[in-house]
């Protein structure tokens, strides 16, 4: 059985666990009094807050239930928010203002190490402990890119003016993507399109100028995943470049490096898997250690999701992913609490009724996999989301209405506690998002927390419904009986391997397109309403001039031949590195000071060989 | 009834956005259309190539990371360029594809874009309406020796569409023409034909592509031919999606051509053994053809044409006693255990040897692992094949 088969049985004991603490909570009476006692505690000590029209609210919201039994099944069965099995967030007070005025001593209890239930690891118990102060950044986190390294610098400046924190997120373009130089044979059409073009880490340098790499209040996410170590390295060069060495721990962020959804969806993988694989391990051994603060894998669903997956398909193999992540890394000797708390999630929010529960369930069901089967710590359980709305939900009929459709996937995403998030702009199927309407798409996220009093004052406000609860129950056990398909297999690899994952997303995308045109599924202002017909917008195109492609192209030039004997030596070296097996990341951040994104690359693939694709 | 429409599909250079093109391409199938299928990432000039050999009437490109206008007219530039404009461009982008854009797509040569919201039912009657009649003759200056080949493959496979029953008589004429090995070998130099066969998911497709990359490499000079088979849909058109998988067989050096079973079964279509034969005198050092995955009892290279047979196995075949049922066992030259860094590996190889010492013939087993980069076994099996005392 691999890690995922012992998942499934994790998943299910626990939940028999929970009926079980249920049941003697009503039979036990001593043990139903402690429940009891400990809710009223909870609820004793929540603090009030006040609305701005001077409406008392508690911080957090509990079900009204006062029974010993349903107690215990809410408190073991989803915990309060940052509590095992965190079913209702990773943290508490996630989008909460600050308490006007604070009551001593009424700050909020959260457990310690979030445990409540059979553990192979450790004491049972919850410990109570003070919360942390309340985050100052937003969740806000807007993808961009394009152009070249300075145009997207300012569209960052442009967009951090909208939000209260340095929070970036940075899109690269086909070439860069695919660890293809802007210089290489026909791709001069893509330079600088659907994202920014980096060729060396001086690119880098001009990316983020004017920011403070290394201040606590910056962050940096960078969605890229075949070539993602070696972009890795660039960034960190190019910290170094600005700030020293000194700036490396303090550096802090995001590199999606995920290349089980890019063999099973996204298709933007460039190595075979296993050297892929070993090349990913090698960067997350490294920063893990080096880089405490950087998250060296965002284990993502929304390129399955887009990709045509169902939710429970995108969920169920974005979860599985995780742990096929966990249990390479544990096989390397990573202690699980090294590795575990660094690795973070991104889902795609659409409009099926399922992403009213998506994250919530796969909270739980990572929480209690990373803890009875891998033995994690409760740093480690907590499953980090960044959440996405869903590109190919918007459509380019009347686009304008993708502004409703956003907000309606926003408004899904921060019911289940996503803990950052992407906001799409209405023009996306046209084009890389203009100013125009990408400030909408963060104007959208600042209503729903800022403006809004949805969220600002309660936690826990709208989960918990008995819709919601029904839906994450269906969606559990769907979730579940996919692991056991792929456990079939013998695991994720092997399911990889067999092109499961990649044909269960084509079907479900082929019937998705087909429900469109037979009427189960209506778009509106597309097969519904539609009697606007055939106007083709006047949208603003946000395209990279020629002349831009140009100076891309001539700079790569340039850096070349500056570093040509340089570049022979290092990628000699880093040959010799690979080829030994030994962790390769330490050279390849020298490499890069003197080498371009596809020389590396191809030297690479001269000694572990291209990507077959599937189809 | 008329040969299926043929098509090849394909997405950019640095695009991975593959989903609205594989729902396409079912659609496609399903509606009768058989679909050359290439992959994505794919550079303007091995979509032309494999455009012109597969003989296509047209070729669709689904773009969804910009660069579009580019790249749509670097393609149509080079059919002209190769005076194979006779193969139709056509393609889409959602929202990505402006009309100011199409009307300069269009003004370069592209036939068709499909806009947002286009449906597929519109898809699959434009193609159906627009790419359905008789293949036009070249015009204009001597056509390339590959648009030759390519025509005349094309005119094989149609004298055969829809003449079910009437195969025999066919096939006699074929094999009335039939040349014998020596009289084949005399010719310069001597085209070696390898057949390869085997099981679905034994991994044939990337057996090929990793023999023809060694082949590449040692005979840099050599011309291959590939004649891949994919299963027809019963009553439909047919994914062809080797090509998609075989990165080092998109060369100069490589002709490759697909094609459909169209309701024949034992993993040949009807019309393979009549185009083996003229690729088999069309001046390649190295002809390779692979069936589709076949049963035990399939024994597909029967004509005499081909040199070497190989059958690939998976180790996981079930139990020993299904390794008397399989016919190839006994007729193979080689046979490969691939995929065998797994688990039941030796134990198959073990039980492979034993089956075939039984035959007493002078049978070659050798085990690869063809998706490991550099494997030797893949070398050996490489080595084999293109020693000189066959």
Redesign the interface.
Known sequence: MSKLGQVVEAVENYNEFVLKEVKRARADEAFGQQMVDRWNDVKAKTPIGTAPTGLKLPRLALPEIDEAGEITRYLLGEGLPGEFPFTNGAYREMYLEPLRELEAGSSGKVGKNGKHGPSKNGKNGAKAAPSKAVEVEEPTRLFSGLGLAEDTNARFHFLTGHQRSARLSTAFDGPTLYGIDSDAEGVFGKIGEGGLAIDTYEDMVRLYDGFDMGSPAFSASMTISGPAPIIMAMYIAAAKKRFGAKVVPNLRGTIQADIFKEVQAQNETIFPTEASLRFLCDMIEWTTREMPRWYPVSISGYHIGEAGATPVQQAAYTVSNGFAYAEMLAARGIPVDQFGPRLSFFLDCGLDVEYIALARVSRRIWAIGMRDVFGAGPKAQMFKLHTQTSGRSLVAAEFKNNLTRTAAELMLAYMNGTNSCHSNSADEPFTTPSEEWIRLAAHGQAILLDESGIFKHTMNMLSGSPGMKAVERAVETAMLEEFRQIEEFGGVLPAIEHRYQRSQIQNAAHRYEQQIYDGTRPIIALTKYNDLKDEMPEVKMVRTPRAKKQLQVDRLAKFKKRNAEKAKRALDKLADVVESGKNCFPTLIETVEVCSLGQITGRLQEIVGHFRPMV | MAAPIRVLTAV????????AI??IN??FIRHGIEVV?L???R???DMVRAAIQEDVKALGISSY???????FS?VASLLKKQGADYIKVFGGG???I??NDEVIMRRNGIDKIF???T???DMVDYVHKQYGGPHKPFRGRKPSADMQLARKLTEIEDRYAGRKGKRSTLLRKASAGRLSKEKRRSKKGGTRVFGFTGPG?AGKT?LI?ELVLRLRKREPKARIAILSHDPSVVGAGA?L?DR??M?NSQNECVFMRSMATRGQAGGLSPATEDCLKLLAQSGFDYVIIETVGTGQEAMPFQSGLVDKTVLVMNPDYGSRLQLQKIVMLDLADIVVVNKSDQERARTATAEIGRRLDQNKRSQVLVSTVA????DAGVDELCDLLTEQNV
């Open positions: 950019p250079i640095c695009d991975g956005h593959d989903s594989n729902t079912l659609e299928y992959g994505y990432h550079y303007a000039t990371n910009g660069g579009h206008v580019e790249f670097e959602g929202g990505t402006t009309g806009f947002a919201g449906s597929l039912t998911g990337t592509d994914l999606g998609a998988t990165i998706n490991r980069h550099r």
